[in-house]
C-alpha cells in the first residue's frame, strides 16, 4: 500500500513539473498590441478627442461618429488595403493622448502594426 501511495505521488509531482514547464499556450500580448486593442474599442465622442485638428486632417468624420474606434476602423480598413502608411498614422492619431504608446507602436514598426490590423 505504501508503495503504490509513492508511486502515485511522484506520478502526480512529476506531471505538475512537466505542466509547469510547459510553454503557455496563449502567450500575452505585446504592450503595441494591446494599445490597439483597446483604441478598437474605446468609442469616444467629440467632446472626449485629445487631438481633434489631426482627426479634422484624416478623417474628420470620426470626430462626431465614434473618435478612436471609428479611427480605427478606417486603419484596418487601409490595412487590408495594403495602405499602411495611412494605417500607422491613424493608429497612432488614436493614441495622442499617450507618448509611451505611440513610441511602443513606433518601436514595432509600420509593418507589424499593419500586418496586426489586417488580424482584425
Do not use: F
Not at 476602423?73 to 493614441?95: F, P
Amino acid at each position: 500500500m505504501r508503495l503504490t501511495l509513492k508511486i502515485a505521488l511522484v506520478c502526480a509531482l512529476g506531471a505538475l513539473l512537466v505542466c509547469s514547464l510547459s510553454p503557455t499556450v496563449s502567450a500575452d500580448k505585446p504592450d503595441w498590441q494591446k494599445h490597439i486593442d483597446w483604441s478598437i474599442g474605446n468609442s469616444t465622442g467629440p467632446d472626449q478627442l485629445d487631438c481633434p485638428a489631426q482627426y479634422a486632417a484624416t478623417e474628420p468624420h470620426c470626430a462626431t461618429e465614434g473618435g478612436r474606434a471609428c479611427l480605427m476602423g478606417r486603419a484596418i480598413d487601409s490595412a487590408k488595403h495594403n495602405n499602411c502608411q495611412y494605417a500607422m498614422r491613424l493608429t497612432l492619431i488614436t493614441q495622442c493622448h499617450n507618448q509611451g504608446a505611440q513610441q511602443a507602436l513606433g518601436a514595432a514598426g509600420q509593418s507589424a502594426v499593419c500586418d496586426y490590423l489586417k488580424t482584425k
